[in-house]
C-alpha cells in the first residue's frame, strides 16, 4: 500500500506550531517512515500535489488574500484538513487585530510610526494581497480535526499525525486536551 | 518581450513571501524583487494592553525565536518600570537565550540551508529537503536533531515549554534554576559543541569546493551593526550598539534608548517589509547588515576559547575588512552557535546562576522603555511607552529581518542577474535565487509583526505588464 502523502503550511501564525511539530525530535524520522511527506514550508514542494494528499495540515489563521487562496487549495487538495493550532481554530493572538481593524494598524505601522520616514506610505503593489479580517479555518472552509494549543504539545502533535497516518481517527480527548 | 518571473512561496525560510523577476528581451535580468506578502499589526493592536502582558504576547509574532521577543519584551518592561534585575536573573536570562541561538541556528544550517549545501542546488526538489537529508546521511541527521533538542531543553527547564515559554517578567524571571537541572544542561554541552564541529567541518569543505559561486554569490558593501561588549567582543544579550562602516571603521556607538536619532525605517510600496537604515547617511546609502555575518564583522573577538580560534580564520578571508560574501551568513551562524555552547557552559558554571535572588520589586516607574537583544537573525528592539496605570498607548517594533531587507533585495536581485538566463529558466536556477534569501536566514513573521510569509512563483509576463506564461514549482 502506497504511504499516506501529508502536506502543510502557514498562513496567519508565527510558525510556532511547525515548530512544535519539529519538536517531537526523534519521532519526526518514524513520521518520515510512516508517511509521505509532500509540499511544507520546510521542504521544497511549493504546494500539495494536484492530484490530492491525504492529510493537509495548516497552521495559522486567515487575515489576507493570499491565505484565503492557500486555505482553499489545502481543502481541495486534501481529503483530510486539519487545522493545528489556536491561530488556525479560532484566529488566535494574531485576531487581536480585529479589535482596531485593518486600516488603524496599517495606519500605525506605514505611516505613524516613529522611525518611518516622514511622508510614507502604506504598502499598494498589485503583488502584494490585500489584508482582511482575520479569520479562523473553520470560517472560510470545512475543517476536519481542530487541535487547540499555542502550540499543540509535540506529543499531541505526534498522536493526530500517527493516527491519521495509519489510516485511524485521532480522539483529542482528556490529556490530550492539556496544555499549558 | 518582457518577462516576469515569480517565485512563490520561497521555501525553507521563515514566512511568507515571493520573488519576482522581470527579464528583459534578450533573457537577461532586469531586475528582481523580494515582496514580503503578509502584515498582522501587533504594534496597534497592543496598544490598550499592559506592559507586563508583553512578554507573553509578542513571542506569537515568531515561534522560531519567541525567546527574543519574550525577553526584548521583558527587558522593555525593566526600563519602563525602572526594576533593574538582581544580576541572576540577567544570567538565567542570557542562558534561555542561548539555549535559542543554538537551536534556531542548528536547525537553519542542517535543516533549513543544509540540503543546499549537502545535497547541491541542483538537487531535485522532491529530495531538497530534510527528510532528503535523512536518506542521504542519517547519522548526522540524527545529531543534528539532537542539537536543536538540547537548545529547545534549555528553554523549557527554564520556561516551562519550549515554544512560548513563561519566565521574563519586567524585573527579573519567576524561577530558579535547580542544582539537577543545571547539572543537566551540562552534560549535553560536549556533545552540542562536537555536532556544531562537524557543521563547521563541511562548511569549510564546501567552501573549499565552492569558492567560485562563493565569490560570485550576492557579495556586496554594507554597513555593519549589533551589539557589541565593551571591548568590541561578540555580545548577544546585552550592551552598546556598535555600527561599521563597508570599510571596518566604526560609525557609531549607543545605548538603544537612543535608537531614534540614528535609524529610520523606510517603506516601498511593493513590499510590507520595511526598510531601515542609518539616518545620517541617508536612504539608501546609510544600509546595513546585521545577524551573524554583521556581528562577526563588527567584533574584534569572542570571549570563548573555540569560538575565537574559528573567528580567526574567518576575519582572514578578507584580509581583516568585513567579510562581504552572502553565503558566508552560513559560516558565521555556525561560529555563533559554538560561542552559545560554550557560552552555555560559563554561565552554568557561574558563582550565581543558582541564586533565588531572581526578581528585584522595586520600582522607579518611568513610563518608557526600549528592550533590545541580538536575537538569532540580528538586533532586535521592542519600544514602548505606557501610561500611568501601565496601559500601553504606542509600541514601535523593529526586527531583526527587517534591518536586513534591503541587503536580501539585493542578494535576489544580484543572484537573479547571475544565474538566471533566458530563455530556459531552469528550476536549480530559481533555487539559487531563493539561497539568497535563505542565507540571511529570514524571519518573516518577525519582519512582519508586521509580517508572515514567504512564497515564490515565475510569471512571465509581457512588456505592457500582460501575464505570459506561469512556472511554479508543485
Ligand atoms: S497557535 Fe500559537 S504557536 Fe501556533 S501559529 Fe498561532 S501563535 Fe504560533
Known amino acids: 500500500m502506497a504511504k499516506p502523502k501529508i502536506a502543510s503550511d502557514w498562513m496567519c501564525g508565527c510558525a510556532g506550531c511547525h515548530m512544535s511539530l519539529l519538536d517531537m525530535d526523534e519521532r519526526i524520522l518514524k513520521i518520515a517512515e510512516m508517511a509521505d511527506l509532500r509540499s511544507t514550508p520546510i521542504t521544497d514542494l511549493k504546494h500539495p500535489d494536484e492530484s490530492g494528499v491525504d492529510v493537509g495540515v495548516l497552521e495559522g489563521g486567515i487575515n489576507n488574500t493570499a491565505s484565503e487562496e492557500v486555505a482553499k487549495m489545502f481543502r481541495k487538495r486534501s481529503k483530510i484538513l486539519v487545522a493545528l493550532g489556536d491561530c488556525a481554530v479560532f484566529g488566535g493572538v494574531p485576531a487581536m487585530r480585529n479589535f482596531c481593524g485593518v486600516e488603524a494598524a496599517l495606519q500605525q505601522a ?54 491519521l497516518a495509519q489510516g485511524r481517527k485521532p480522539e483529542l480527548k482528556d490529556e490530550l486536551l492539556h496544555w499549558h | 518581450m518582457t518577462q516576469k518571473i515569480t517565485i512563490e512561496p520561497v521555501t525553507r525560510i521563515e514566512g511568507h513571501a515571493k520573488v519576482t523577476i522581470r527579464m528583459k528581451e534578450d533573457g537577461t535580468v532586469e531586475r528582481a524583487f523580494m515582496h514580503v506578502n503578509e502584515f498582522r499589526g501587533f504594534e496597534k493592536f497592543c496598544e490598550g494592553r499592559l506592559y507586563f502582558e508583553m512578554p507573553q504576547i509578542t513571542p506569537r509574532i515568531c515561534g522560531i525565536c519567541p525567546v527574543s521577543h519574550h525577553l526584548a519584551a521583558a527587558k522593555a518592561g525593566d526600563a519602563l518600570t525602572g526594576q533593574t534585575p538582581p544580576r541572576p536573573a540577567s544570567l538565567l536570562r542570557e542562558l534561555m537565550h542561548m539555549g535559542q541561538i543554538i ?34 546521511n542519517p547519522d548526522l541527521t540524527v545529531k543534528a536533531v539532537m542539537l536543536r533538542k538540547f537548545g529547545q531543553e534549555i528553554i523549557k527547564t527554564l520556561g516551562g515549554r519550549k515554544i512560548h515559554p513563561t519566565f521574563a517578567v519586567p524585573g527579573g524571571v519567576n524561577k530558579a534554576l535547580k542544582v539537577e537541572e543545571r547539572d543537566a544542561i551540562l552534560k549535553g554541552v560536549d556533545a552540542a559543541i562536537e555536532t556544531i564541529q562537524i557543521g563547521l567541518q563541511i562548511m569549510k569543505d564546501w567552501a573549499e569546493k565552492n569558492m567560485e559561486d562563493i565569490n560570485k554569490f550576492a557579495v556586496f558593501q554594507t554597513g555593519y551593526f549589533g551589539l557589541i561588549t565593551p571591548e568590541n567582543g561578540l555580545e548577544l544579550y546585552e550592551g552598546k550598539v556598535r555600527l561599521i562602516d563597508r570599510n571596518g571603521a566604526e560609525l557609531e556607538r549607543f545605548p538603544i534608548a537612543d535608537y531614534l536619532d540614528y535609524i529610520a525605517e523606510h517603506v516601498e510600496p511593493w513590499s510590507y517589509l520595511k526598510f531601515p537604515y542609518y539616518k545620517k547617511m541617508g536612504w539608501p546609502e546609510g544600509v546595513y547588515r546585521v545577524g551573524p555575518l554583521g556581528r562577526l564583522n563588527i567584533s574584534d573577538k569572542i570571549d570563548t576559547p573555540l569560538a575565537n580560534e574559528e573567528l580567526k580564520v574567518f576575519k582572514s578571508l578578507n584580509g581583516g575588512k568585513p567579510v562581504e560574501n552572502t553565503l558566508y551568513y552560513h559560516y558565521a551562524r555556525l561560529i555563533e552557535a559554538l560561542f552559545a555552547a560554550e557560552r552555555v557552559r560559563v554561565l552554568c558554571e557561574d558563582k550565581d546562576i543558582l541564586s533565588t535572588d531572581i526578581l528585584n520589586t522595586r520600582k522607579n516607574y518611568t513610563g518608557h522603555g526600549v528592550g533590545v537583544i541580538e536575537a538569532p537573525r540580528g538586533t532586535l528592539i521592542h519600544d514602548y511607552t505606557a501610561d500611568e496605570h501601565g496601559k500601553l498607548t504606542r509600541v514601535n517594533l523593529i526586527v531583526s529581518t527587517g534591518h536586513n531587507n534591503w541587503a536580501m533585495t539585493n542578494a535576489v536581485d544580484s543572484v537573479a542577474k547571475t544565474y538566471v538566463k533566458g530563455p530556459d529558466v531552469t528550476e536549480g536556477m530559481l533555487n539559487r535565487v531563493e539561497a539568497a534569501i535563505r542565507a540571511y536566514d529570514p524571519c518573516l513573521s518577525c519582519s512582519t509583526h508586521a509580517v508572515g510569509q514567504m512564497p515564490m512563483i515565475v510569471d512571465l509576463v509581457g512588456p505592457d505588464g500582460e501575464l505570459i506564461k506561469t512556472i511554479r514549482r508543485d
Open chain 1, 110 to 163: 506605514y505611516v505613524d510610526a516613529p522611525s518611518n520616514e516622514p511622508g510614507s506610505q502604506i504598502p499598494n503593489d498589485p503583488e502584494l494581497a490585500t489584508m482582511t479580517k482575520t479569520r479562523a479555518i473553520h470560517e472560510v472552509v470545512q475543517v476536519d480535526y481542530n487541535v487547540p494549543g499555542c502550540p499543540p504539545d509535540p506529543d499531541v502533535i505526534f498522536y493526530v499525525l500517527s493516527e
Open chain 2, 103 to 136: 537551536q534556531s541556528h542548528g536547525m537553519h544550517f542542517f535543516e533549513l540551508a543544509g540540503p543546499d549545501l549537502l545535497l547541491g542546488f541542483d538537487a531535485a526538489p522532491e529530495i531538497r529537503n530534510v527528510v532528503g537529508l535523512i536518506g542521504a
